[in-house]
């Protein structure tokens, strides 16, 4: 069996979920925080739109934004000679595009579940919005965005319809888990399917078991 599509699924979902913790808690908290209810539901509407858009109309605008046309595509083939689309980086973008919701949700929902007696208990106390958020805020959010997180990994790893659009199906290079599934199915290896499919029922398995850790955990606090 080509071990390949394992190593390259396993690397772009942890790079993704990198990129997608960052974004993900940093707007989540933004949303949480915005106090006008019409901007709220406007800017969670965007952010939670690849959620719900089919994976390949996600795969379309990325391929219409970092394609070699693409404004974001043509500046970095013209200023620094990197071609984005059909390449590893390419995978990673597909991932981190379809897995941002999962993870914005989870965060945006712990954040808004945190008691605001603690917050305002810390204000009195002066303590500055940003330390509140990182002692305060963050912690007791803790369960909730790792349950994201865990998600959002999952999502990734699976993530079939936006990878082949803007990366393709590249033996060695892009050619992820859901990719060589289909791959090998197509050209009748139903074996080396088989297995591919169990790994990638193990992986999503152990990511809801690691869901309802951090949910009970959730719960308790």
Known sequence: MDISPILISMRTASVSIVVTFFFGLFLAKLVADTRRREWKMILDGIFTLPLVLPPTVAGFFLLYIFGVRGPVGKFFLDFFSVKIVFSWPATVLASAAISFPLMYRSSRGALEQVDPNLVYAARTLGMSEGAIFRKVRFPTA??????????????????????????????????????????????????????????IVLFSFIAVALMNYFSIRENKK
């Open 142 to 199: 803790l369960p909730g965005i790792a349950g994201g997180m865990v998600l959002a990994f999952a999502r990734g790893l699976g993530e079939f319809g936006a990878t082949a659009m803007i990366a393709g199906n590249i033996a060695g290079k892009t050619r992820t888990l859901p990719l060589a599934i289909y791959s090998e199915v197509s050209a009748g290896n139903m074996d080396r399917a088989y297995n591919y499919v169990i790994i």
